[in-house]
């Protein structure tokens, strides 16, 4: 059964710094992995999404990458702003089997002005 | 840009009662899903339809959860009896169809708090 694990849950940086989130899967047999940003009772906005032959994902100042055999996915976000303070989900898609996205908790971040 | 409708997006009801959530798809998307997002975790999915058939009910709670897309459009999803564990969020995403390679697109949400 496909576990994600999102360490920390929760980061606290300055305004300006660029900063690493992770995410980790523990088997390898997914289609696509997911990186969403949920505000506080708000729905899920997605992000980026890295489908299994691709490396990595960018979109303005994010940077997704995906590394299949390790299990693990980062989500970089350079020079931060108070703007991107919300949570951060991050869900793999398996193959075979319940096709369903498989979330991690969440990372919650910070940005200090 | 089309977005995925919720209503409401808050909702207090007292445990017993029934609630009814209202999700209304991107146009033209086949596939929608209800997910149940308790407070600090990831969603989970409760049911998935496409058109108006049910794909997956596996982890819907049959005995008191209840979901229906009768033309294949707008979905409804139903609590009765509530109870105080089913305080969530409840989150719609609509897909053009099923499939590893269609995003999902999610709603606002509705907030659901039993007392």
């Known amino acids: 059964k496909q576990e994600v694990t999102q360490i920390p849950a929760a980061l606290s940086v300055p305004e300006g710094e660029n900063l690493v989130l992770n995410c980790s899967f523990t088997d390898s047999a997914i289609y696509n992995l997911q990186w969403f940003r949920q505000d506080p009772g708000k729905g899920l906005t997605s992000l980026l999404l890295i489908q299994s032959s691709q490396r990595e994902q960018t979109s303005g100042r994010l940077n997704a990458s995906l590394d299949k055999s390790s299990g693990r996915s980062t989500l970089y976000i350079a020079a931060s702003q108070p703007g991107d303070s919300a949570t951060y989900l991050c869900a793999a898609l398996p193959q075979g089997g319940s096709e369903k996205l498989v979330f991690g908790k969440g990372t919650k971040l910070t940005v200090n002005p | 840009e089309a977005e995925v409708a919720q209503s409401p997006r808050y909702k207090i009801t007292e445990k017993s009662q029934a609630v009814a959530f209202w999700c209304d798809p991107i146009?033209?998307?086949?596939?929608l899903y209800w997910y149940r997002q308790i407070l600090g975790q990831g969603p989970e999915l409760l049911v998935q339809?496409?058109?108006?058939?049910?794909?997956?009910d596996s982890q819907l709670p049959k005995d008191r959860f209840s979901a229906e897309r009768l033309k294949g459009v707008d979905s409804t999803l139903k609590i009765q009896p509530a109870e105080l564990g089913d305080s969530a969020m409840y989150l719609c995403a609509s897909s053009p169809q099923a499939g590893p390679f269609y995003e999902q697109y999610f709603g606002p949400g509705t907030r659901l708090t039993v007392t």
């Open positions: 339809f496409q058109d108006e058939s049910v794909v997956d």
């Open positions: 146009s033209g998307h086949a596939t």
